[in-house]
């Protein structure tokens, strides 16, 4: 493969966040032809743009590269298939292998099977070419391979990523139910918070748990590339060997670029456990000098004292469902109450709103919160007026990240937002 080759990727994303990964892929890759699919964006780039992504996304989750594409109608097509792969440009048998199959509509009894045969075929490739066949590792291999069957096509692609890229390298210490660092992105591209006084201004996150909304707050306002502390599986893979030199370049370049943020940042829990979680987190991100971590309930922690004339930014993932039980003011609200079958969010909610009103409407240039919810009445609930909603996923759960304006008197004008806004009900 030449440096100027161009490559079809399929980059991976959250349900609901292709319109902002479509964006961003725009700004890292402006010479790439971009186009957002479901579930991702089909880009066409050289190889470098492999390298950039993985390096630079904050929202995707792997990289793949296209490889082959056909129809099939049973496991022995999808051998054939990946037979008419040069899979000599991608590895030598001292690689470890690994392939995953995923599957929309197949019409196959049994994925493992259809699995194995593209395994034997990259197996028996290399062995009749250099008589030895590559190791299977299931944990860290060097060529992952994605085989994607659809009703009557399949797909061939090598992931250059590796593990998925919300695994910054950084999250150690872990709550219940934690929040995808990709998702806690996409929820801040979606605010149009980019951390500077002018796209959001200061951010506060009241239910912080283990640290992931604040922290990549704080590594975007820091200018951090969210991939620098992990290693890719592209690094093995034949056919980026020539760029190893442009890839210590790139890694060099966003070391430098790294500044001091131009905004406050805040983040705050009930539990003072998952405080020292987030707080160990962002030590470990470089980024806790840029955070002031408290403990304290969100219905009771007082709104942080903004510089004059800089608006803030209220960013949160609160308590739902499966997730994890509300705790604080409004759980000693029901254990109170007398009543066992009163769901503690029916009084946290409300309560969380009449606390913005009280301690979030004074600030000079105002509050701007922005809650991710399954709950699409979540509104009527909080008896406050959303301005927007974007759908997003949440891994299995559909969610609505609505905003809500905290401005005393009537409400403020929307900013213009994104493509993938939904009109309000």
């Known amino acids: 493969m030449s440096r100027a080759e161009l490559l079809n990727l399929f980059v991976s994303c959250p349900g609901g966040v292709e ?16 186009e957002a699919l ?57 690689h470890t292998i690994k392939v995953d199959t995923t599957a929309h509509r197949s019409p196959l009894k049994s994925l493992n099977f259809a699995t194995l045969r593209v ?28 085989l994607h069957v659809g009703e009557e096509r399949a797909a061939l692609y090598v992931d250059t990523s590796g593990e998925p890229l919300f695994k910054r390298g950084w999250r150690v210490d872990k709550g219940d139910a934690p929040l995808k660092e990709t998702l806690a992105a996409a929820m801040l591209a979606a605010a149009g918070w980019k951390g500077t006084p002018d796209t959001g201004g200061a951010l506060h996150d009241p239910c912080c748990g283990s640290g992931t909304i604040p922290i990549e707050a704080a590594l975007i306002a820091s200018g951090a590339a969210p991939g620098i502390m992990r290693r890719f599986a592209f690094e093995a893979q034949l ?18 670029r790294v500044h001091a943020p131009a905004v406050p940042i805040y983040a705050s829990d009930v539990a003072f456990r998952m405080v020292d979680f987030a707080r160990r987190n962002a030590e470990r991100a470089g980024v806790a000098q840029y955070i002031q971590f408290n403990g304290g309930d969100a219905l009771e922690r007082p709104a942080p004292q903004l510089p004059e004339g800089m608006p803030g930014t209220l960013m949160m993932n609160p308590p739902y469902g499966e997730r994890i039980e509300v705790r604080g003011k ?22 969380l709103a009449s606390h913005w009103k009280r301690g979030y409407t004074q600030a000079s240039a105002g509050w ?11 509104p009527t609930k909080m008896r406050l007026k959303e301005s927007r909603r974007f759908p997003m996923w949440n891994g299995p759960i559909e969610c609505r990240l609505f905003r809500f304006d905290l401005v005393a008197g009537s409400a403020r004008a929307p900013r213009s937002e994104v493509a993938n806004a939904e009109p309000n009900d």
């Open 368 to 378: 701007t919160a922005w809650m991710l919810s399954p709950d699409m009445k979540l």
């Open 19 to 34: 319109a902002l990964l479509e964006q961003e892929l725009r700004a890292v890759l402006p010479k790439g032809k971009i």
């Open 239 to 256: 056919p980026f060997q020539p760029l190893q030199n442009r890839w210590a370049e790139l890694k060099r370049a966003a070391q430098a």
């Open 330 to 351: 409004a759980a000693a609200v029901r254990e109170h109450s007398g009543s066992e079958q009163r769901d503690a969010t029916d009084d946290f909610f409300p309560r």
């Open 119 to 146: 395994k034997d075929a990259i197996c028996d490739t290399l062995r009749d070419a250099t008589g030895e066949r590559p190791s299977v590792d299931t944990y860290a291999p060097d060529l992952p391979v994605v």
């Open 38 to 94: 479901r579930g991702g964006c089909a880009v066409r780039a050289e190889a470098e743009g492999v390298l950039i992504i993985n390096l630079e996304s904050r929202l995707a989750q792997r990289v793949l590269v296209e490889l082959i594409e056909g129809g099939y109608r049973h496991e022995d097509d999808l051998y054939a298939l990946a037979r008419q792969v040069d899979w000599e440009r991608w590895i030598t048998p001292r």
